[in-house]
């Protein structure tokens, strides 16, 4: 079976293909039915990072356009709608009806439309005499944005809507709450769709995720309890999942504050945590008076898919190899030009009557053949030139080593090398909110900070010119919950000897020829250590003993019966495949460790005559996908909100 990112495709596919057999036309020479595609801002976010115009195209998309935005007439086109059923959108549809824009219409509601609205589309139908235009209507439950084959969130980081700032402020109402609450409830209930099964649903007691936790078993219980519209019949768990059920792990935010704080030091996290990076798209600056590029970073481009999640300053070195490669190759084409006689002159020409035509022939098809995909590769490598540079200018800007390898040791219990009000005295050091950055992650990780202390330090910030609200929030955060004991203790256990190391500076990068200039840059290498979500997940997957796995509650939709009171009989076997959750946001850095720990899990295996269906799988979502900056402004709107308060 694909992945989650094949899945939501394939969904996406089927709906654009209008045969009649849903999507199963294998034969490539037929030719697409062109049609228009109109969309809704959420529509445009999911369907973003998954297909790209010239995939629309040949999917026979010769028109996409935002629902609200003025439309001209197509009197024979179908039109094939992709949004959600709210009172606005549905509005307008049916304006469009009335219109008579389009030849005929196919609806796609993102998540399920009520009785009322489509009440509402038939009166609009009837009204304008188009009901028999309206070919089909369809609840397509794919309510959630997949970025990555295995990882996903809810919204973009421009909508705030179920962001950690809405879920945590004060000044939340019940009604906003519960609204908040299920809308996560059913995004994850439309992944569960999508994936086709049921999960067996484990969260800690006591906050927002077990709020979900509790509203998603319901809501899995009374769809599996009507059987006749159940959307999940035996037939739906297709591949992996007709083998195993899967575990969801809901976790809330606060079981890890430091992480989403956390200087990087990977490829894809670094990237998103000092350049405008969102919906798998880059923007880097190249310079004064001229245009921003932007680039696609996705499953195609295999330099990424394979660097993504490695060190800094391997992927540089991994660049440069990769250019040498290239200059390599075209440096082969050129000898070649002289070797087949093509240069002119007599030592050509002599060379030419010893050839025989048929080598000239096949070397020349050879390298004609070659030349596309070496082009490409060439595009591809000179991108990622340029976006390494980028990030090495703000990591030498930044000094974002120094503070890496300090947040390093402080996350993971080890004895600091330098005291931290030494890195952010120093006006050479990062930004203002890099410095803000170590502080608060120093603060989360120390179990006793003392007032003296913390006034020390709070000065010294504010000198650097640091706005301390989020401070002043996250002091409140952890006075109110004894959560900072078990950060602690999650990070020190997590981590043991988790630090890095300085090795020598870049042996082959240093030479001024090389395109890397990392002179003043530490190569450090990463220990390996699972931040606390992926020890959370390890010890539920692999059903160990321990804190995680005997307080965490256990919901099991499948079970009918017995939840009043009863205990629910619980699977005793490890789980093969996990989905996390984190209800408060996420982050890449997350995203990377648990990718790390599952190979680590699977390297075993890989060799072995092992089924596919028994290596380890871990889909990672959340309800908002942020960079530090965006949590730290986050954070900082709380604080502002206590102290205008109080």
């Given at each position: 079976?694909?992945s989650l990112?094949d899945?939501?495709?394939?969904a996406?596919?089927?709906m654009l ?8 036309v294998?034969?490539?020479n ?7 595609l109109?969309?809704?801002k959420?529509g445009?976010?999911i369907?973003?990072p ?5 995939e629309?195209r ?13 439309r001209?007439?197509i009197?024979d086109?179908?039109a094939?709608?992709f949004?959600l059923p709210s009172?606005e959108?549905i509005?307008?549809?049916c304006q469009?009806?009335s219109?008579?824009?389009y030849g005929?219409y196919?609806?796609?509601?993102i998540s ?5 609205k489509l ?5 609009a139908?009837?009204?304008?005499g188009?009901?028999n235009?309206?070919q089909?209507l369809?609840?397509q ?7 990555e ?5 809810l919204?973009q980081?421009?909508?705030?809507s179920?962001?950690y700032?809405?879920l945590?402020?004060?000044s939340?109402n019940?009604?906003e709450?519960?609204?908040?609450l299920?809308?996560i409830t059913?995004?994850l ?6 994936l086709g099964?049921?999960?067996i649903?484990?969260?800690p007691s006591?906050n927002a995720a077990e709020?979900?936790?509790a509203?998603?078993d319901?809501?899995l219980r009374?769809n599996l ?7 999940f ?7 992996r999942?007709?083998f195993?059920?899967?575990v ?13 704080l956390?200087?990087?030091?990977t490829y894809q996290?670094l ?8 919906q798998?798209r880059?923007?880097v600056?190249?310079g004064e008076m001229?245009?921003?590029k932007?680039?696609?970073l996705?499953?195609?481009d295999?330099?990424?898919v394979?660097?993504k999640?490695?060190p ?12 040498e490669q290239i200059k390599?190759?075209?440096e082969?084409?050129k000898?070649?030009k002289?070797e087949l006689g093509?240069?002119g ?5 002599n060379m030419?009557?010893n ?5 000239n022939?096949?070397?020349l098809?050879n390298?004609?053949?070659?030349l596309?995909e070496?082009?490409e ?5 000179d ?5 390494a ?14 503070f ?8 993971s ?6 005291s931290?009000m030494?890195v952010?005295s120093d006006p050479?050091?990062g ?8 502080f ?10 003392s007032d ?24 409140r ?6 959560i900072?004991?078990k950060n602690?203790?999650?990070?020190q256990?997590?981590?043991?000897g988790?630090?890095?190391?300085a ?7 240093i030479?001024?020829s090389?395109?890397f ?5 530490k190569?450090?290498v990463?220990?390996?250590h699972?931040?606390p979500?992926?020890?959370i ?7 160990k ?6 307080e965490?509650?256990y919901l099991?939709p ?7 009171g009863?205990q629910?009989?619980r ?9 996390v959750f984190v209800v408060g946001?996420g982050?890449?850095?997350?995203y ?5 720990y599952?190979?680590?899990?699977n ?7 092992m089924s596919?269906?028994?290596?380890r799988?871990?889909v990672y979502g959340c309800t908002?996908?942020?960079n530090?900056?965006?949590?730290l ?9 206590i102290?205008?308060e109080?």
């Open positions: 079976m694909g990112r899945r939501q495709v394939e996406l596919k089927a293909t209008l045969d009649s057999a849903g999507g199963a294998k034969n490539n037929v030719e697409p039915s062109w049609k228009v109109v969309y809704d959420t445009q976010d369907l973003g998954l297909l790209s115009v010239k629309l040949e999917l026979g998309v010769t028109l996409h356009l935002l629902l609200h935005s003025t001209d007439t009197p086109a179908p094939v709608y949004c009172d959108n509005q307008r549809i469009d009806l219109s008579q824009l005929s196919y609806y796609n509601f399920p439309v009520s009785r009322t009440e509402d589309l038939a009166t139908a009837l009204q304008a188009s009901e235009l309206v089909k369809f609840d439950y794919t309510n959630f944005i997949c970025l084959s295995e990882m996903f969130c919204k980081p421009r909508d705030s179920i962001s700032y809405s945590n402020k004060g939340v019940d009604t709450m519960e609204d908040m299920t809308t059913d995004s209930f439309a992944l569960c769709v999508t099964t049921v999960p649903i484990r969260c006591g709020a979900v936790a509203k998603l319901k809501k009374d309890r009507d059987a006749r519209n159940s959307l019949s035996d037939g739906t768990s297709t591949g999942y007709s195993h059920r899967p969801l792990v809901l976790v809330d935010r606060a079981v890890d504050m430091a992480t989403p956390h200087h990087t030091w996290a990237a998103h945590d000092v350049l405008p990076y969102n798998n880059v923007t600056s190249a001229k245009k921003d932007v680039f696609e996705d499953q195609k295999a330099f990424w394979e660097h999640g490695s800094f300053p391997q992927v540089a070195e991994a660049i440069q190899e990769a250019l390599g190759k075209e082969e084409i000898s070649m002289s093509l240069g002159g007599e030592a050509e020409e030419l009557s050839l025989s035509l048929t080598d022939t096949a070397r098809t390298a004609v053949s070659s596309p070496l082009l590769k060439k595009r591809l490598i991108m990622h030139c340029s976006l540079t980028s990030v090495l200018d703000c990591i030498k800007l930044r000094r974002l080593d120094v890496f390898e300090l947040e390093e040791k402080i996350m219990g080890t004895t600091l090398d330098k931290i030494e952010l050479q050091n930004t203002p909110m890099d410095k803000l950055r170590l608060l992650i120093y603060f989360l990780c120390t179990p006793a900070v003296a202390e913390y006034d020390q330090y709070a000065g010294a910030l504010q000198a650097g010119g640091c706005d301390l609200a989020a401070l002043t929030y996250l002091r955060w952890r006075s109110f919950t004894m900072g004991n602690l203790e999650l990070n256990a997590g981590g043991q988790g630090t890095t190391k090795v020598s500076m870049f042996s082959s990068l030479s001024q090389s395109n200039v990392m002179a003043g840059v190569n450090l990463v220990k390996k699972n931040l979500v992926t020890k997940v390890d010890d539920i997957m692999e059903q003993q321990g804190k995680f796995n005997d965490y509650k099991d499948k079970i009918l019966r017995g939840n009043e009863g629910i009989p699977t005793k076997t490890p789980f093969s495949d996990a989905i946001g982050n890449y850095i997350e990377q460790n648990l990718q790390d599952v190979k680590t899990k390297m075993g295996y890989t060799n072995s005559a596919p269906a028994s290596l799988r871990v908002q996908l942020t530090s900056d965006q949590f402004s986050q954070l900082t709107m709380l604080g502002k909100e102290s205008g109080s």
